[in-house]
């Protein structure tokens, strides 16, 4: 047997001098009355910062965050999806990566728990943060609780409406809990003046956040698509490298789903940058369609146009997506790193329907009874597609997946799925 401890690595993977090209930097839009990239001191812990800013290739985990990272049950489980290869009577084998089996259900932990750490160690008692679904706010919520710092979720308003466990799970880990668009802060009230009724997005929240930490000296937290993120990500894609290989296992196709981009990037990059690993499927989804689209360009990640201009896939930084969809994967933009692979042809993507998504999620309940969180069934559905295609051309794949969280929190979404699109019988 493997000890947990030699699985789960001792540094975290930064891709960045490892991509085909330069990639575009951070920048000042121009013009502007104040600095983003100086007004970043006050907004991230500074090790956060100083992470986000690093061309080096591999970074140490400090040992406080590898022993966190044990407690939590790192290295999570990869598994053989052996009945739905049967099911689906594909000649390929289909492994997953189960993020869903960390405490809080989802692979956002990973980067709560160092960025937490790195707020603590520099004295901060109080993190803020935005969340749509609840995932990340929950993760930060419990990586608050374990430093004993005070937390602040600003959760999208129609999410806070819709998943009332997830508020329910953030405030038991002891973090306040705001329906953003809030009036606790100036950004929040403008959008309030011009539609009270507006059902937030993870872009206002994301300001509303940063907004409030740095009104009260607090620290922000940040929760996907900064680079940073993706680094601390990466013990995903490098424990399933190990864990391949102590199967015998090579990886031809690796898919996981993009919201913003963090469990892809965590999940596949160890891979791209090791050579390891034929293709790489990145997929969204088709309600919020940033790959075929979204422009590539210099926007802002948060709509008040608080942080610096980043070079990504976008659809506008006041995107609102439609209030109607369950699956998920609703942020406008796409981290830098991964625009950059796609643009170049290294990552493909792919978007699919919320029909399809639901349909993919029945059949992995049906075949290996986890409940998939729906940002996941999205890579589900994706994992389905390619798994029948190595049916038709008879080859033996190796697709690896990264099932990036449970549903079982996320009920509700299945449900309206279900309603909508008649699919209960
Ligand atoms: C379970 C799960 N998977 C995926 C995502 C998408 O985010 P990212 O692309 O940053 O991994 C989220 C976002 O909240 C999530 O909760």
């Not at 937290?221 to 199967?247: A, M």
């Not at 369609?289 to 610096?308: R, T, V, W």
């Amino acid at each position: 047997m493997v000890k947990e401890d030699e699985i789960l690595p001792k540094y975290w993977y930064n891709i960045i001098p490892d991509l085909p090209k330069p990639l575009p930097p951070p920048r000042d839009p121009q013009g502007a009355d104040f600095s983003r990239i100086d007004l970043l001191r006050s907004i991230l812990p500074k090790e956060v910062l100083r992470q986000q800013f690093t061309i080096e290739r591999y970074i140490k985990i400090p040992e406080e965050v590898r022993d966190r990272y044990l407690s939590i049950g790192r290295p999570t489980p990869l598994f053989r999806a052996k009945r739905l290869e049967e099911y689906l009577k594909t000649p390929a084998r289909i492994y997953f990566k189960y993020e869903g089996a960390t405490p809080t259900g989802s692979h956002k932990i990973n980067t709560a728990i160092p960025q937490a750490y790195f707020a603590k160690e520099e004295g901060i008692d109080h993190v803020v943060t935005e969340t749509g679904a609840g995932q990340w706010g929950t993760a930060v919520a419990l990586a608050a609780s374990m430093y004993n710092m005070k937390s602040t979720i600003f959760m999208v308003k129609v999410s806070y409406e819709q998943k009332p466990m997830r508020r329910s799970i953030m405030q038991l880990y002891g973090a306040n809990v705001y329906a953003s668009p809030t009036n606790l802060t100036e950004y929040g009230k403008k959008i309030l003046e011009t539609n009270p009724q507006h059902p937030g997005s993870l872009g206002i929240a994301m300001s509303e956040a940063i907004e409030y930490a740095l009104k009260n000296e607090f620290r922000y937290l940040v929760g996907s698509v900064l680079d940073v993120v993706l680094l601390h990500q990466s013990v995903i894609g490098q424990e399933t490298i190990t864990q391949l290989d102590l199967l015998g296992e090579d990886a031809d196709i690796l898919i996981g789903c993009v919201g913003g981009g963090s469990n892809f990037g965590g999940f596949t990059y160890p891979f791209i940058g090791n050579k390891k690993g034929k293709r790489y499927i990145a997929v969204s989804s088709a309600e919020i369609p940033k790959f075929s689209k979204g422009e590539y360009k210099y926007d802002f990640p948060d709509s008040a146009g608080l942080l610096p201009l980043v070079k990504m896939i976008t659809l506008g930084k006041d995107y609102v997506p439609p209030p109607i969809y369950a699956g998920g994967l609703r942020y406008h933009g796409v981290a830098p790193t991964l625009s950059l692979l796609t643009k170049e042809g290294i990552v493909e993507w792919r978007e699919y329907n919320e029909r399809e998504i639901f349909e993919a999620a029945k059949i992995f309940m049906e075949n290996q009874g986890i409940v998939p969180a729906p940002e996941s069934a999205h890579a589900i559905k994706a994992v389905v597609d390619e798994a029948i295609e190595a049916r038709k051309n008879n080859e033996r794949k190796v697709i690896v997946f990264n099932l990036s969280g449970h549903g079982l929190l996320d009920l509700s979404n299945y449900e309206s799925m279900m309603k909508r699109l008649n699919g209960n019988g």
